[in-house]
């Protein structure tokens, strides 16, 4: 699948780094470095602009190896639907107790393009019945 991109940062485009890569990384577009404090959250631009086709979204996720680290994105997924057109952005939170340094082409995040469907509601009186049922939240024990 094509999809089109605008890259305004000095930046490579996002790729897949292995031919079985879910995500693409996303690269921080920064003039100047960015400390992120403990327990702090920012908005990190990376430069792109896309336009996905209709059908599909682009989830932002967090990168395992900043995870363990302690910096997360708290809204993961993030969605980016098909018809924004603004620069896309990644909120970071930083979880620890120290400073976390971000700089200019530093990966971020990862960036998952995932096909996507529209419902129509059809409202009921009564839902079709299963073995589940209304069971949730760890209902099924431990096994």
Same mark, same amino acid.
């Given at each position: 699948?094509?999809?089109?991109? #605008?890259?305004?940062? +000095?930046?490579?485009?996002?790729?897949?780094? /292995?031919?079985?890569? $879910?995500?693409?990384?996303?690269? %921080? @577009?920064?003039?100047?470095?960015?400390?992120?404090?403990?327990?702090?959250?920012?908005?990190?631009?990376?430069?792109?602009?896309?336009?996905?086709?209709?059908?599909?979204?682009?989830? #932002?996720?967090?990168? +395992?190896?900043?995870?363990?680290?302690?910096? /997360?994105?708290?809204? $993961?997924?993030?969605?980016?639907? %098909? @018809?924004?057109?603004?620069?896309?952005?990644?909120?970071?939170?930083?979880?620890?107790?120290?400073?976390?340094?971000?700089?200019?082409?530093?990966?971020?995040?990862?960036?998952?393009?995932?096909?996507?469907?529209?419902?129509?509601?059809?409202?009921?009186?009564?839902?079709?019945?299963?073995?589940?049922?209304?069971?949730?939240?760890?209902?099924?024990?431990?096994?």
């Amino acid at each position: 699948m094509n999809v089109q991109i #605008i890259n305004k940062s +000095s930046n490579v485009l996002p790729h897949y780094a /292995t031919e079985g890569s $879910a995500g693409m990384d996303l690269r %921080a @577009d920064l003039k100047e470095e960015m400390l992120l404090q403990p327990n702090e959250i920012k908005l990190v631009p990376t430069g792109l602009y896309m336009q996905l086709p209709v059908g599909f979204e682009a989830q #932002i996720r967090p990168r +395992s190896g900043m995870g363990y680290k302690g910096i /997360t994105i708290p809204n $993961a997924p993030g969605t980016i639907d %098909a @018809d924004y057109r603004g620069e896309i952005k990644v909120i970071l939170m930083n979880l620890t107790q120290e400073a976390f340094r971000i700089e200019n082409g530093d990966r971020i995040a990862q960036m998952v393009i995932a096909r996507c469907t529209q419902v129509a509601w059809e409202e009921v009186e009564v839902l079709e019945q299963t073995e589940r049922g209304v069971g949730g939240f760890g209902h099924t024990g431990k096994q």
